[in-house]
């Protein structure tokens, strides 16, 4: 019989750099005594990730929700915009409080992201822009997408939340579309403990975004425009330069326990995996999301959930329930039905991935999910 864990396996984990290190950087804060408001280490942080995304064109904010809010004011984004209603909440939030009218529409079933073929069926002449997830870091049909914007002249924004370190061909996932929000949130693949960066085209709304993250500050008695504090301190931007430069080596350990997941449960009816993606896609690994097939696998998505968790396991439902679903949002009225993303937020199952996660431990999570194939173990007791 398979022993529950006996520390609770969560479904991720942030990466901690070593101690002394953060503490070395620490004592610079301490030697600098200044906190936030584009500080030092702040300007540092900014510069390094320039150099890898290869452009000016990049603002840093203290976290992405409002990196997001923050990118549709400053472009100026009104009336209707075409998204999905499989992401976090923040996604549709962010429109919400731009007093933008989300228009939801399905997603493709490989992958999870927007369905082009949707985009463009539900396109009015109060559209905007489109509103994409790269949602677990898969990118979206970039393509299909950027001709639909082109064609109709809508604004393409990219919600790259989860997609850090995600590339097509040579070019950085962050490199398509008018803009791409990334969210540096602990629980990210590479995080500065809360945080959020907003990537784009035009340079001219850099200042824009500088304005809007600093209360609109144009000097010491200047204000140009009402802005809100969403500025990434100190604390945040040495955090962000440490994991940054782990940041190769917590991808390659994630690989190797997608690759083990990927393996052991191929096997296993009833469970989905996302195929393969395209060869030319550097993926960043982080998330591993399953689907589970009621009729072949024996149980139902929510009884795996509870059932690994009296294995002391904590996958999570992302993203269930759909974001038109929430209370907040049964107002708004969707055309879709939805066919795809109703099957998979009932379906999908994000098991644990982080650095640090054993892969004994992964191997036994697997040996969980095949035993409960079916009903073929008998189930754990809990030590009280
Ligand atoms: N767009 C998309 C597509 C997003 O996914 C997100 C955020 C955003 C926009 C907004 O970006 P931010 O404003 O957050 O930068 C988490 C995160 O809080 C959220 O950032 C993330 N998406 C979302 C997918 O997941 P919760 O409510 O599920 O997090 P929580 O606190 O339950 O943490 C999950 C697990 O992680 C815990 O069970 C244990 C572990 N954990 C968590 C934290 C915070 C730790 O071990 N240590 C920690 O410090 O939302």
Known sequence: ????????????????????????????IWDNRWLTNNGPILQRFNQELCN?????????????????????????????????????????????????????VDIEPEYYTLDPEKVEAAITPWTTAILAVH????????????????????KLIYDAAHAFGVK????????????????????????????????FREAGLKGVFDYLKNFGFKNEVEVVMPGTNAKMNEMQA?????????????????????????????EVPGIRLVPSLYSDIKYNYAYMPIEVDEQEYGMNRDTLYEKLKEYNVYARRYFYPLICDYACYRSVSVKDPLTV????????????????????????ICEIIKSLFHGRIELPRRNS
């Open 1 to 28: 019989m398979i022993k529950p864990f006996e520390k609770p396996i969560y479904v991720t984990r942030p990466y901690l750099p070593p101690l002394e290190e953060f503490c070395q950087g620490l004592q610079e």
């Open 238 to 266: 040495l955090m962000g330069i440490q994991v940054l430069k782990y940041l190769e080596e917590i991808m390659q350990k994630r690989s190797k326990i997608t690759d083990l997941y990927r393996n052991r449960l191929r």
């Open 52 to 104: 890898i995304f290869e452009t000016d064109n990049l603002c840093l904010f203290n976290n992405g929700t409002l990196a997001l809010q923050i990118a549709l004011q400053g472009m100026g984004i009104s009336g209707e915009v075409i998204t999905t209603p499989y992401t976090f909440v923040a996604t549709t939030h962010a429109l919400f409080w731009n007093k933008i009218r989300p228009v939801f």
């Open 341 to 364: 993303a109703r099957r998979v937020s009932e379906q999908i199952l994000t098991l644990p991935i982080y650095d640090g996660l054993e892969i004994s431990d992964v191997e036994i």
């Open 168 to 199: 097509v061909g040579n070019n950085s996932i962050g490199h398509f579309g008018d803009l791409s929000m990334f969210s540096f949130h602990s629980t990210k693949l590479f995080h500065s403990i809360e945080g959020g960066m907003l990537i």
């Open 135 to 154: 949602v677990y870091g898969h990118p979206c049909k970039l393509n299909a997408l950027a001709d639909i914007a082109r064609r109709h002249n809508l």
